[in-house]
């Protein structure tokens, strides 16, 4: 699911002299109708680090397609042997879950992966199921904090608190975005555990910007780091490689594709 996605923009008027001129669910929205490639090919570099000591470097291929504005994933484990051969497919849906499968070779045996799974660990990442979709926007409140913070590697960003409807139907109590008002991504999420505290950030490292089809430039993030600041371990993925708007066979999209690799 996408957790930029909504039914409707609502214009933000604040009581008093302290109106904001935008309000959280409408930046929110702009995140999801940012314009996104049709096609991406890209070779990814996996990183494991505990306490900044790189534990583990794995090579990833990545397929993308954005179809109706719904994006469905396909990721392909080379390298090290412990994980070589895993495959996970995601595909996004309109209005419910995301579908998700991934095929372990150990056991021959692709697998649906469950909502009920969706806190756990993404093939020993610090990224969970969850982690690698996104929610409906109706799901949760989306509430302005400040108008204006530096963070990270950027500057000038609206900074949103998120907070779902049922808190059941989340792992986080609600989670605090700091969203780029040229590009609208979040490039720094704060996201906290179900007593309040401070369990993951989820920070982009750098966004380029990438001639597409049709005189179209997206805006590309380079480098995403989850990291757990309970534990000290986090997950890096970045781009070596990428590709836009290079047409992709739709079998690549398959549960044919996850179980064969072809």
């Not at 400040?146 to 990270?152: F, H, L, N, P, V």
């Not at 989850?226 to 992709?248: A, E, F, R, W, Y």
Request: aromatic fraction near 10%; charged fraction near 30%.
């Amino acid at each position: 699911m996408k957790l930029l996605k909504t039914l409707a923009v609502m214009a933000a008027f604040a009581v008093g002299a302290s109106a904001f001129a935008i309000d959280g669910t409408e930046i929110m929205t702009h995140v999801y109708d940012r314009q996104k490639p049709d096609f991406t090919k890209a070779a990814v570099q996996l990183t494991l680090s505990k306490n900044g000591k790189v534990e583990e470097t794995r090579n990833v291929g990545e397929y993308g397609r954005c179809k109706n504005n719904l994006s469905d994933v396909v990721m392909i484990f080379l390298s090290p042997a412990s994980v070589k051969d895993t495959r996970f497919l995601q595909k996004e849906n309109d209005g419910k879950d995301d579908d998700k499968w991934i095929y372990l070779p150990s056991l021959k045996n692709t697998r649906r992966v469950a909502s009920s799974d969706g806190g756990k660990s993404f093939v020993g990442t610090d990224f969970s199921y969850d982690d690698m979709s996104t929610r409906e926007v109706a799901d949760d409140t989306h509430e302005l904090l400040k108008e204006s913070e530096d963070k990270g590697n950027f500057k000038d960003l609206y900074v949103v608190k998120s907070t779902p409807k049922d808190p059941k139907s989340s792992q986080y109590s609600y989670r605090i975005s700091y969203v780029t008002k040229d590009a609208w991504i979040p490039t720094y999420i704060e996201m906290y555990d179900k007593k309040g505290k401070l369990v993951k950030i989820n920070e982009i490292k750098a966004i380029n910007k990438m001639p597409g089809t049709n005189g179209r430039v997206y805006n590309v993030p380079m480098e995403n780091v989850m990291t757990n600041v309970q534990t000290g371990h986090s997950s890096s993925i970045k781009m070596v490689n990428i590709t836009v708007d290079q047409p992709l066979p739709d079998r690549y999209f398959t549960q044919d594709f996850l179980a064969t690799g072809k």
